[in-house]
């Protein structure tokens, strides 16, 4: 999308980071460029961002239930909504998280850094105070603060506890509101139940919503034949 900007806008910079290799593939999509005042886009032309985000994240769950990969294994077709976007939009064959964790893997998809880059890597489960003044020292350009200037409403409804600014463990990800369910595998209908209740409210507004279900993350319950052969390699290799 071509875009002027003003002198008037003051100083503006475009950066792009890339960490590849042989035989990796990177991909950009629409970045943000942004001024003191927030996006350039609303600072050149002054026109308003039209489409509201919603943005569905299910933690840990197996990439072959849904979508490619589960119609190469012949997985039975159990999630007709996520299907039907996949049939409808984009779906990636492979897709790689930047951690293996829940905290800095969502502040990754949420800034688009790495976590180091972005300030927001930890080995500990709580952040002590040195860890989160470096985190906000560094003002990671998190996609709530970003729309923010546009006039987007921004929401993030989940249980994941150590994400959304709880003591001792969380970040603050800049969301106007959170709502924490907090239910372990028995909250993905309360969620859902409070997305519609605030969609329905805020219709007629520009918003972003984080929708963060978390029921195949715990407890996890391996049939009986796996965890056999799991812990059957696990003492052959001890």
């Known amino acids: ?62 990439s072959d239930t849904v979508g490619p990969y589960a119609r190469e294994k012949k997985r039975p077709r159990i999630y007709d909504a996520m299907e039907g976007l996949a049939d409808a939009g984009s779906a990636f064959r492979w897709a790689y998280s930047p951690a293996n964790s829940t905290r800095p893997s969502t502040y990754g ?18 952040l002590g105070p040195e860890a989160k003044a ?6 990671v350009p998190v996609l709530p603060r970003l729309l923010g200037p546009a006039g987007y409403r921004s929401v993030a409804i989940g249980n994941d506890a150590f994400l959304f600014g709880h003591q001792p463990v969380g970040l603050d990800a800049a969301f106007d509101l959170v709502i924490d369910h907090r239910n372990s595998v ?34 996890y319950e391996p049939p009986d034949e796996v965890r056999r052969a799991v812990n059957r390699r696990i003492n052959a290799a001890a």
């Open 1 to 62: 999308q071509p875009l002027d900007v003003p002198l008037s806008a003051g100083p503006v910079t475009l950066r792009i980071d890339a960490i590849g290799g042989p035989g990796m593939i990177l991909s950009l999509a629409e970045p943000v460029v942004t001024t003191d005042d927030g996006p350039a886009l609303e600072a050149a032309t002054g026109a308003a961002l039209a489409d509201n985000l919603i943005l569905i994240v299910v933690d840990a769950q197996r």
């Open 109 to 126: 998809f949420l800034s688009s850094q790495w976590q180091r880059y972005g300030r927001f890597h930890s080995v500990d489960w709580g």
């Open 134 to 139: 470096r985190f906000f020292k560094a003002n």
């Open 186 to 219: 028995k909250d993905t209908p309360w969620m859902t139940d409070s997305a519609i209740t605030w969609l329905e409210a805020h219709k007629d507004q520009r918003f972003f919503m984080l929708l963060n279900y978390n029921s195949p993350h715990r407890p």
